[in-house]
């Protein structure tokens, strides 16, 4: 069963914004690390932001700065609010939870994100 699910992609024009969203049950939202990664077209997949259960964030360098990753304990949900997009940021955006960061985890689904130069 799907136990990640993301929505909020779409196609943007640079310098563009867009908010993803990642909702999980309470057991994986609450006992793992909560990220994004992103995988462009003939590329690996690669790590974006990641956020703790205190709320601790980390980025990945390529989006500091334009990139904020949040989380709402109520809701079972992360959000990833990315703005000055740019065309090299184009790929599909997965949500991940593993317990450590050497575990991979499971992903959702994925959504595209489109950015149009």
């Known amino acids: 069963q799907v136990q990640l699910v993301e929505s909020g992609g779409g196609l943007v024009q640079a310098g563009g914004s867009l908010r993803l969203s990642c909702t999980t049950s309470?057991?994986?939202?609450?006992?793992?690390?909560m990220g994004w990664y992103r995988q462009a077209p003939g590329k690996d997949r690669h790590f974006v932001a990641r956020?703790?259960?205190?709320?601790?964030?980390i980025y990945a360098d390529s989006v500091k700065g334009r990139f904020t990753i949040s989380k709402d304990n109520a809701k079972k949900m992360i959000e990833l609010h990315m703005t000055n997009l740019k065309p090299g940021d184009t790929a599909v955006y997965y949500c991940?939870?593993?317990?450590?960061?050497?575990?991979?985890?499971?992903y959702g689904q994925g959504t595209q994100v489109t950015v149009s130069s």
């Open positions: 991940n939870a593993r317990p450590h960061i050497f575990d991979n985890g499971i």
């Open positions: 309470a057991s994986i939202f609450d006992g793992n690390l």
């Open positions: 956020i703790r259960g205190d709320g601790t964030t």
